[in-house]
């Protein structure tokens, strides 16, 4: 069983589309996080929740609006998306202060 | 501010080298350090990690990293690499709800 799943795995898509991503972990874990990973590999926290709130928001442009429904699923809707939004997003969780386990990753590439 | 330093970008050994892997961090509360390894085209994986007690930690194949509090260092070590070490290695510290990332290491070993 996959701990942290997030789907798609790969995502093309216009300018100015609306497109989302799913994650969901397997873990029991209570806090869960959106991270992006740009073109040189850096990684930087996007969005953290913990028990479906949302604790962190990291100056991400609202067109990016995360959504918990429950402890075990983050999701991540963006909206009019740019050219500049092409990355990896990673979607992560972890209990306490362990340590995250993340998922696969969505490669995203906006045309 | 929270910051992780990594100051070597790119290392390229050969097979049965050493390597060390400098990590600097900056963060005034309960230090909760991880070193985590991303293969060409996967996601993050946890290698080690450093709580408390003994500053040497062993982690996963054959990779050990140790805490030196006064030099705010937690440095990666292998005695001995492998073709397949090849790979982005990334240094963290535990935030307030979130991991906060050094720029990651680029290894690239030749066999």
């Known amino acids: 069983d996959t701990a942290v799943s997030q789907t798609p795995k790969y995502l093309v898509t216009q300018m100015g589309n609306d497109k989302s991503i799913k994650c969901e972990q397997n873990?029991?874990?209570?806090?869960m996080y959106w991270y992006k990973q740009d073109s040189k590999k850096f990684l930087k926290i996007m969005f953290s929740?913990?028990?479906?709130?949302?604790?962190i928001n990291e100056t991400v442009p609202n067109r990016f609006s995360p959504k918990s429904p429950d402890k075990a699923h983050l999701n991540l809707h963006i909206n009019s998306l740019e050219l500049g939004d092409s990355a990896v997003y990673f979607c992560?969780?972890?209990?306490?202060?362990?340590?995250?386990?993340f998922g696969q990753g969505t490669r995203l590439t906006v045309v | 501010a929270q910051s992780v330093s990594q100051h070597n970008h790119h290392v390229i050994l050969s097979e049965a080298a050493s390597l060390e892997l400098g990590c600097n961090y900056s963060?005034?509360?309960?230090?909760?350090l991880f070193w985590y390894v991303q293969y060409p085209g996967q996601h993050l994986q946890l290698l080690l990690k450093?709580?408390?007690?003994?500053?040497l930690v062993k982690g996963i194949k054959g990779f050990e990293a140790e805490f030196i509090k006064s030099k705010f260092s937690f440095n990666l070590r292998k005695p001995s690499v492998q073709w397949s070490d090849t790979a982005e290695y990334f240094c963290?510290?535990?935030?307030?709800?979130?991991?906060?990332f050094g720029t990651g290491t680029r290894l690239k070993v030749l066999a």
């Open positions: 992560a969780s972890s209990q306490h202060v362990a340590e995250a386990f």
């Open positions: 873990l029991g874990h209570d806090t």
């Open positions: 929740y913990n028990n479906k709130e949302l604790i």
């Open positions: 963060y005034g509360g309960t230090v909760n």
């Open positions: 450093y709580f408390s007690g003994d500053p």
């Open positions: 963290a510290v535990r935030g307030t709800y979130k991991y906060i």
